[in-house]
């Protein structure tokens, strides 16, 4: 059996050969159980020796076995506000990603520890916009004289420098579930916007929720000189989308959605708007992680929904509602891979090492970056 450097066995991601579960979900592959069953009570007696002095958050992607010792479970956003709602508890162990944990670490107390249980778990949308890059962009607007006129918007799922830069810029943060009222609230003080990390969330609300044209939406990427974008471009843009996507949305496509109306008559396609704009304006709904979860908890019994979102959260959301057919909105595996990095060996080291007195994988963000990352999310928990 192949190991970590803890001595923990190491399980590999991998497809099932059944596609269907057991309880009313359709899903394309299935993840290995864990192969050994004492690393289920090794994690239960850690965190009962923690008590207290532990509060574990999980978010929504995560896998089951993970999931199953978390002591609240929500977006990366709740969760972090939940680790600040807990402020007698000693260690934070956030099983997320790291911009998730960054989070956790400016929002919670300075005598908190936010503990990430495998550091290579980060966020391929996030790592897609770096401080130096968007610096670079900054640099660019100004330029081209528009820089006075735009207000930097950054998505949640974004590293804690690029939130400071915002912050520092007059800018705010969004979730998935305000993006709408961050982008008015910035048009109601610059003529453009610039939106990061992610295009799509950006395209997707301007557009169909705020009524702006494609043609008035430009993509600023970071590998081309000036952002492959002429001046006359950025001054007739409204919104400057950086050129980032999420990588398990970002495979969902229009064929996707044609092929299960197909396949299910009368099915209602729900998804994220992470996904591309083709698949969004074909879909029956569309919203955050928490509106896709409410809006299978009202459907009607007996309703037949494909869900375009994280394939754990969907097969989890098919045994919550085993009185609906849900089916993945793709036919191929569509985990999140840095999410599944944290499974329960490495959780069981870092809850085994905290009781043990040693604090692992401490995440730490430094103290001005936390003060305007601060400053970009207070603008967004003031907006109305």
Known sequence: MTTTETGLPLFVLGRGTDPHSERGVDCPGELPSASDPALVE??????????DRVFVLGHHYQRDEVIQFADVTGDSFKLAREAAARPDAEYIVFCGVHFMAESADILTGDSQRVVLPDLAAGCSMADMATFDQVEECWEALEDAGI???????????????????????????????????????AFSRGEK?????????????????????????????????????????????????????????????PECVDDVRARIPGVNVLVHPECRHEVVTKADHVGSTEYIIKKLEEAPAGSSWAVGTELNLVKRLGQMFPDKHVTFLDRTVCYCSTMNRIDLPHLVWALESLAAGQVVNQITVDEDTTHWAKVALDRMLALP
Not at 43 to 51: E, F, S, T
Not at 222 to 251: D, F, Y
Request: net charge positive.
């Open 147 to 185: 820089a006075g006129v735009t207000v930097p918007v950054t998505y949640m799922n974004s590293s804690a420098d690029i939130k400071a830069f915002c912050g520092r810029n007059g800018g705010a943060v969004c979730t998935s579930s305000n993006a709408r009222r961050a982008l008015d609230w």
């Open 193 to 253: 916007v610039l939106f990061l990390p992610d295009q799509h969330l950006g395209r997707n609300t301007a557009v169909l929720e705020m009524g702006l044209s494609l043609d008035e939406c430009v993509v600023y990427n970071p590998h081309r000189p000036n952002g492959g974008l002429t001046a006359e471009q950025l001054a007739n843009a409204k919104m400057i989308l950086w050129k980032g996507h999420c990588s398990v949305h970002g495979r969902f496509t």
């Open 42 to 51: 090794r994690a239960r007696r850690a965190k009962a020796a923690l008590g």
